[in-house]
């Protein structure tokens, strides 16, 4: 079985541009996690969904993050406007409710740069 | 709150010797798990091992094990005869039973000189 995809997998961009990462967590997790990796905060959590409902989306830094999943297949993070705080490493983690506290998990991470 | 700290941000082995990664955790929770994870530079998280809390016997994957001490909230991880392909970040976490709040330590970069 494929593992959780993400794409891009590295994207470059200006300033008040909009950016969108994407997700396809593996098939039958029903929970899904977008977390950002930087050298200062490290992991940090950004949202986590359950059968595609946002369930708690306290990490999500300020109002120009947003994400949405719109079926099991499927997940968007999208940053408008971004700004250069917002360069990191962006990954998606799946897992099955069952399993929860159970392995995450991770693909392979989207590097956002924001000059 | 639940903290993990690593305390080493870099450690170096020497190939096929043995090193030992520290972590350590606080909570007041009795029903947890904790892991270590490994991110090489591909990037991509990779669990490396699992323990739950209620249970007193070591984890052992291969050449990777851990010393769990859960009265002194200490979890470390012990890599055996350590390979090149064993360089990597590896992360410590902590995820309450139930819950989906993981909470990752900083992580401590391995080097392992040939």
Aim: aromatic residues 12%; contains cysteine.
């Amino acid at each position: 079985d494929a593992g959780v995809i993400q794409s891009p997998r590295h994207e470059v961009t200006e300033m008040g541009q909009e950016v969108t990462l994407r997700c396809k967590p593996i098939s039958g997790h029903d929970s899904l996690f977008w977390y950002r990796q930087t050298m200062m905060r490290g992991l940090e959590l950004l949202i986590y969904f359950n059968n595609n409902v946002p369930i708690d989306d306290s990490g999500m830094p300020e109002d120009r993050f947003s994400a949405k999943m719109p079926n099991a297949s499927f997940s968007t993070l999208k940053i408008q406007p971004s700004e250069p705080r917002d360069s990191a490493v962006y990954f998606c983690a799946s897992t099955a409710e069952g399993w929860i506290t159970g392995e995450l998990f991770f693909g392979e991470g989207s590097r956002l740069t924001v000059l | 709150a639940q903290t993990v700290t690593q305390s080493q941000p870099e450690m170096s082995v020497q190939e096929a010797e043995t090193v030992t990664l520290s972590c350590t955790y606080d909570t007041s929770e009795s029903d947890y798990y904790l892991f270590w994870y490994k991110q090489p530079p591909s990037r991509q998280m990779i669990l490396v091992i699992r323990q739950e809390a209620y249970k007193q016997q070591n984890a052992t994957e291969n050449r990777f094990s851990v010393n769990f001490q859960k009265a002194a909230k200490s979890f470390s991880l012990k890599i055996s005869d350590s390979q090149l392909g064993d360089a990597a970040m590896y992360f410590c976490a902590y995820s309450t039973s139930g819950t989906y709040k993981y909470i990752f330590g900083t992580g401590t970069r391995l080097k392992v000189l040939a």
